[in-house]
Nanobody, 125 residues
C-alpha cells in the first residue's frame, strides 16, 4: 500500500501564487509516476501535471498554459505543484495520485492507483 498526503492549499487572490506538496509513504518503491489532478464543483476530475520517476520528465495539461510547475524529489517520495498567476477558474480541490503501472498516458485518472484526500485551493476575484 501507498499513502498519499497533500498539503499547502488555501485562499489566494487572483494573480497570486500557491505551492502544494504531496508526500507518499509506505511501499513507495512501486511508484512510477506521481501526478496532480483537480476537481471543481460539478465538473469531472481534470489532469494538471505529472512527474515520471523513470524518465524524470514532467507532463502538463495544455490548459495550464505554463502557469504551473511540477517538481519532484524521488528520495523524499515527494512532488510539488507551484501555481503562479492563479485565476478564479483554478479554484478546485487538488488531488495527488500515485501510479504503479507503466503507461505513456498521464492524464487518465483511472491509471492511478493511490490517491490523497485532496486540498482545497480557492482563488478569489
Amino acid at each position: 500500500q501507498v499513502q498519499v498526503v497533500e498539503s499547502g492549499g488555501g485562499l489566494v487572490h487572483t494573480g497570486g501564487s500557491l505551492r502544494l506538496s504531496c508526500a507518499a509513504s509506505g511501499r513507495t518503491y512501486i511508484s512510477r509516476v506521481m501526478g496532480w489532478f483537480r476537481q471543481a464543483p460539478g465538473k469531472e476530475r481534470e489532469f494538471v501535471g505529472a512527474y515520471d520517476w523513470t524518465t524524470h520528465d514532467v507532463h502538463y495539461a495544455a490548459s495550464i498554459e505554463g502557469r504551473f510547475t511540477v517538481s519532484g524529489d524521488l528520495g523524499l517520495s515527494t512532488i510539488w505543484l507551484q501555481m503562479d498567476s492563479l485565476k478564479p477558474e483554478d479554484t478546485a480541490v487538488y488531488y495527488c495520485a500515485v501510479r504503479t503501472v507503466y503507461s505513456t498516458t498521464y492524464d487518465e485518472p483511472g491509471l492511478y492507483d493511490y490517491w490523497g484526500q485532496g486540498t482545497q485551493v480557492t482563488v478569489s476575484s
